[in-house]
């Protein structure tokens, strides 16, 4: 399995296929069966597990730190990715709406009850899940640090921030943002032409793209635009001879791997079998043109 890392953190490298965790609790396994499927993705050498405390109504972590708990040798084999910084209204979080919540208390409090939850002392990346207006650079960045100076986080990063948000952040931190997570597919090809990817690659930030199928839409919507990706998909697969079923999804991420940010997808299927399918995107050679045709279908258009 190829392997991403960005001279801003020599000591962290992510696969170039990121396991998601988002719906973990809807899948219906026991702990030992989620043992068996981490077990799987690591043999595979997709050893970057994407989790967040909201998910699963801020239980999927704790189903995580489950299987960890049957084996927890399985920790040393993978680089763990969570999210804070969203409040969900409910009795979870004891909020009365939704909201965004970058303030030192909650962030602390996040972080430090993911890694309860999770059953681990460190995790190796972690990222605010969405930029708050109401963001204190300065405080934020302070806690920040503390988090990483005491051991529990070991990079930082940020998810779904526009370059000036980044910024704005990394001005007031003396470590580094690693990555950005962002919203990449052929639905959703927005970041190549508004900075965001242009931004990763000029400061040398590990981009992951989240819902690179655009949540299933890629493959199973009926509107206009997935139609229309839908059925570039079957006659570039057909014309590349590759399997009517997995060939679209493989060409969906081949072309995401090709763009020279050397973005992260991050996979949400609890599938092994179509993750395995997935990662001989990993092997194919999308050719330029191929790709500009992906992209007129995504778009709906030429380029000008």
């Known amino acids: 399995m190829q392997r991403i890392s960005s001279t801003l953190a020599p000591d962290l490298s992510l696969s170039r296929i990121a396991f998601g965790l988002w719906r973990l609790t809807d899948w219906g ?17 997709v050893t970057t597990f994407d989790l967040a405390d909201i998910y699963g109504e801020y239980r999927c972590e704790r189903f995580f730190g489950e299987a960890l708990k049957l084996q927890p040798q399985l920790r040393a084999r993978m680089e763990i990715v969570s999210k804070c910084s969203i409040r969900l209204a409910g009795e979870a979080s004891g909020a009365r709406i939704n909201h965004y919540d970058t303030s030192a208390a909650h962030v602390r409090s996040a972080v430090e009850t993911s890694l309860r939850d999770m059953g681990v002392e460190q995790m190796d990346l972690l990222l605010l899940h969405r930029p708050d207006p109401l963001m204190d650079a300065e405080a ?41 997570q962002i919203e990449v597919s052929l639905l959703h090809s927005l970041p190549m032409f508004d900075g965001q990817l242009d931004h990763c690659q000029q400061h040398e930030v590990i981009p992951m793209a989240w819902s690179p199928f655009a949540g299933g839409r890629l493959f199973a919507g009926d509107d206009a635009d997935a139609t229309r990706i839908q059925q570039e998909l079957a006659r570039l697969s057909k014309s590349l001879g590759l399997d009517a079923e997995n060939g679209p999804i493989q060409l969906a991420l081949a072309w995401l791997l090709k763009h020279p940010s050397q973005m992260v997808p991050v996979l949400g299927s609890g599938n092994p079998k179509r993750l395995v399918a997935a990662l001989a995107a990993l092997e194919m050679e999308l050719d330029r043109e191929g790709w500009f045709e992906l992209l007129r279908a995504g778009r709906g258009r030429d380029v000008d």
């Not at 069966?33 to 993705?41: C, D, G, T």
């Not at 051991?151 to 526009?162: A, D, Q, R, Y």
């Open 29 to 45: 396994y026991s702990p030992a069966e989620r043992v068996s499927l981490f077990e799987q993705m690591l043999d595979l050498g």
């Open 140 to 180: 934020l960045a302070a806690v920040l640090e503390s988090l990483v100076q005491e051991g529990k986080v070991k990079h930082l990063g940020v998810s779904n921030f526009l370059p000036h948000q980044f910024d704005l952040l990394q001005s007031r931190l003396s470590l580094p943002l690693v990555a950005n």
